[in-house]
């Protein structure tokens, strides 16, 4: 315990020292540091993407690469404009102006699904504000994340970045974690990661950014063109074999189409489950008794799950998925997975499909993602309303939709805020302006009501309201 | 970049440093102002030599010279050393370093 204690002390002295050079930097220098960390962070993508898939025994490699490539390609475009140093607003009219100051070390947490490209993403965002990093890897990530730190340590100090601007743990133990997110000298936990981890940086006592888990439902109204959204959902449940927690859970339709959008996942080589095959799915898929999804079946190919469970699926089956009649801690397939398994509702009419779709919602994912297929705008609105998400996909995948900057101008992350119903301070998809304090320089503007008021009356209760207001808001 | 006067009544060297003291600069300062400061201290007696670094011409500074810092701070003694004239940036990075009461910054 002493020896997490010095370990903690000893580099997050460092990353105070780092963080006050910091202060020292302007936006050019600052933009130029960032643009290089880009860069060889880019240039090592593929690299960087082997060694992740290798390490982890998680996902696709060839889909790592494409993640690394939106932590680093479109979180720079989306960050690269953006001013983050001195100041950043200024209206005379208000009076108001703007500074943006560092926050100070950040302490980032990194999962085990996205490991090289949330350090990437983390680093980006923590370089562009002018704060230093101490990157908390996951166990079975360690090396990946060592070298994905090593690139753009070397490239941000050639740049002109302070020493110790990025520093990673030495060693992986929950009690040493602890002792980081607790130090009077760290700023913020940046925590993407399980709902402990996420739950124990809220408790720390030190400011946190998290993330809460997902578990996407997606509506297919009866307006949506079915084959697109097929593909869409194809597209995004398989991407990295389903480790993006944005990514979809659940099929919700009514009746009327659901022959129709059956045989269209089956035309587009999706394998329907039957009841048996479901039980199978469903012991290797979630552990009961912890009742959270199983951890050997996160991000493993479609094939390997089907062997795992023993069951024999059709060559070149993409995805398997159970059709449900309930939800609940009963039902493990109505739970988040991440692989590629998806479970498949069919209603007996709109109002029925919605109402599934909020109690999906609220088993586990409240805040995260929501998605719906329609061409209906009114139902989009609907279904939108109802939802408790951060982010709602229309007519999009939502793994690659969340994420933001391929389908949408949503910006790039990979720390989608949950809101207060994933116990997160925001629904945004956290980026580098989240990691800065913003101070507002205040020039006298003075309330003309206020000051053309006799506030003697306040004092006087026998003055009603609308009699307040009358003269308050008067206007000769 | 470098500059150095020696008060010998008040047995005190002042550094006067300029611009911006990155890395390179601070690691080939090291060696010369440790050697000015040798230069000057009475080994044989128990004076203690007065150190004051004027940072009235600095403009940015690195880790690599707040090591420095420290290095000569701790070497003549925190009493006998000051930094003085800085500009309020380079003061707030102190600051925020928990630096500028240990080093006597002004």
């Known amino acids: 315990m002493a020896d997490f204690k010095r370990i903690a002390d000893e580099l997050l002295g460092k990353a105070v020292l780092a963080g006050a050079l910091f202060h020292q930097f302007d936006q050019k220098q600052t933009d130029f540091i960032v643009k290089e960390v880009f860069e060889a962070g880019f240039n090592n993508r593929v690299k960087l993407a082997k060694m992740a898939a290798w390490e982890t025994g998680i996902g696709v490699w060839q889909h790592k690469v494409i993640k690394n490539v939106v932590a680093t390609q479109l979180v720079y475009e989306s960050i690269k404009y953006e001013k983050t140093v001195g100041v950043i607003y200024e209206n005379q009219n208000e009076g108001i102006v703007e500074i943006a100051q560092p926050i100070g070390p950040i302490f980032g947490i990194i999962p085990l699904t996205n490991p090289t490209s949330t350090v990437l993403f983390k680093i980006l965002i923590a370089m562009k504000s002018r704060n230093p990093i101490i990157i908390s890897p996951p166990r079975k990530a360690l090396e990946s994340c060592r070298q994905t730190v090593e690139i753009c340590y070397n490239a941000a100090i050639e740049a002109g970045a302070p020493e110790d601007c990025i520093q990673i743990l030495p060693e992986i133990d929950h009690g040493l974690t602890h002792e980081f997110m607790i130090h009077p000298k760290l700023a913020l936990i940046l925590a993407t990661g399980g709902t402990g981890l996420v739950h124990a940086a809220y408790s720390s006592g030190n400011p946190a950014l998290g993330v809460g888990p997902g578990n996407v439902p997606v509506f297919i109204d009866q307006s949506a063109d079915i084959p697109f959204a097929v593909r869409n959902i194809i597209q995004s449940k398989t991407f990295d074999n389903g480790t993006i927690c944005a990514s979809e859970q659940a099929i919700i339709c009514e009746k009327s189409i659901t022959v129709q959008l059956r045989q269209e996942f089956i035309n587009q080589e999706c394998y329907f489950l039957s009841p048996a095959e479901i039980a199978k799915v469903e012991s290797i898929a979630y552990n009961k008794e912890k009742q959270v999804m199983s951890a050997d079946i996160v991000g493993q190919p479609v094939q390997k799950i089907a062997k795992m469970a023993g069951i024999e699926i059709p060559e070149g089956t993409r995805i398997l998925v159970a059709p449900q009649e309930k939800i609940g801690d009963a039902y493990p397939l109505s739970q988040e997975i991440l692989a590629p398994i998806l479970a498949f509702y069919s209603t007996d009419d709109y109002s029925s499909a919605i109402k599934l779709c909020i109690n999906l919602n609220y088993l586990g994912g409240i805040g995260h993602t929501a998605c719906i297929y329609a061409n209906d705008n009114k139902r989009i609105i609907e279904f939108s309303k109802i939802m408790n998400a951060g982010r709602i996909m229309v007519n999009t995948p939502s793994a690659q939709g969340a994420i933001g900057g391929i389908f949408n101008i949503l910006p790039t992350s990979l720390t989608l805020g949950c809101g207060s119903g994933g116990k997160n301070i925001t629904t945004e998809n956290v980026t580098a302006r989240h990691l800065i304090n913003i101070q507002r320089v205040c020039r006298r503007r003075e309330n003309k009501k206020w000051f053309g008021f006799d506030t003697e009356k306040y004092l006087d209760e026998t003055i009603s309201l609308d009699e307040i207001l009358k003269d308050y808001d008067k206007n000769f | ?106």
């Open chain 2, 1 to 106: 970049m470098f500059k150095y006067d020696y008060d010998k009544a008040l047995h005190t060297v002042t550094c006067q440093y300029s611009h911006r003291l990155d890395t390179i600069i601070s690691n080939e300062l090291y060696p010369i102002v440790t050697q000015v400061i040798m230069s000057h201290m009475e080994f044989e007696s128990d004076r203690k030599l007065t150190v004051v670094f004027d940072f009235e011409k600095v403009e940015f500074v690195t880790s690599a010279f707040i090591r420095l810092c420290i290095t000569i701070a701790k070497k003549v003694g925190e009493d006998h050393f000051s930094i003085v004239k800085t500009n309020p940036q380079i003061k707030k990075t102190f600051k925020i370093a928990g630096l500028d009461e240990q080093l006597n910054m002004d």
